[in-house]
């Protein structure tokens, strides 16, 4: 049994083994399986390593996609560039596992983000200063887009949510919240900006896929802004993890 999963706490929010799982059946791969692993402490993942020895690999999310890196035998140069890591592959060498760390969220979130702009804006503002913002402000500094962090607590080059200036919410080409506020369950959560200072064609894009409309970008719409969920990202995002996990390089 070739075995892959996700680690992350919580992991309610997560579509990731229901996506797996169809294309498992689809695609008539009996021999494979996707499972949650939840992980309220991230030093337990060496005991699931060893509790699982058919895993092959596995995707990372919220909170874990920085302190992984602790626990990796090898991280990929462009990973290592940004500070995070989304997707393990997981091999045996001399009979011990050896796992490897990539980034998928960055070449993902350029994709998608690209197909939903006409041109590049010169300033972007970033919400949240987690593993994915990392790959997030890296994709737009390539881009040579001005990345803004916000964050609760102070940031360098950046600003709190308390000392955000309303120009900048209102001159901003690209809004995009990196945090889990507004994922399911708490989905009446959102970051707190005013968005009473967003404009009409500015573009709101919320890594978040579940609910496809978070409370975020439901005030986007309300102020005419272009918005665009997770939902693209994520697909993106999961064929590149699978394409990682069965390179035999």
């Known amino acids: 049994m070739r075995l892959f999963g996700i680690i992350g706490y919580p992991l309610g929010h997560s579509f990731s083994q ?3 799982t169809e294309k498992f059946e689809r695609e008539k791969l009996p021999d494979h399986a996707y499972r949650k692993f939840e992980l309220p402490e991230i030093e337990k993942l060496p005991v699931l390593i060893e509790n699982e020895p058919g895993l092959c690999g596995f995707n ?4 874990w996609k920085v302190k992984v890196m602790d626990f990796l035998d090898e991280v990929d140069p462009v990973a290592a560039e940004i500070g995070a890591v989304n997707t393990v592959r997981v091999t045996r060498q001399n009979g011990r596992p050896w ?3 990539f980034n998928t969220d960055a070449p993902a979130f350029r994709e998608s983000l690209l197909r939903n702009l006409t041109s590049l804006p010169e300033t972007a503002l970033v919400l949240g200063t987690g593993g ?3 790959s997030v402000i890296h994709t737009l500094i390539d881009l040579n887009i001005i990345a803004i962090p916000v964050s609760r607590q102070p940031v360098r080059g950046g600003y709190t949510y308390d000392d955000l200036p309303d120009y900048l919410v209102s001159e ?3 809004i995009i919240n990196t945090t889990p506020l507004g994922m399911a369950p708490a989905t ?3 970051p707190p900006i005013d968005y009473s200072c967003l404009r009409e064609g500015q573009l709101l894009f919320d890594l978040i896929y579940n ?3 978070t409370s975020f970008l439901a005030m986007g719409e309300q102020q005419g802004c272009h918005i665009v969920n997770g939902e693209e990202m994520f697909l993106i995002q999961a064929q590149l993890a699978w394409d990682i996990w069965n390179d035999e390089g």
């Open 211 to 213: 609910p496809p409309v």
């Open 18 to 20: 229901k996506l797996f």
């Open 172 to 174: 901003a080409g690209i």
């Open 99 to 101: 796992l490897k760390g």
């Open 132 to 134: 994915a913002s990392k």
């Open 188 to 190: 009446e959560a959102m």
């Open 60 to 63: 990372v999310t919220i909170p």
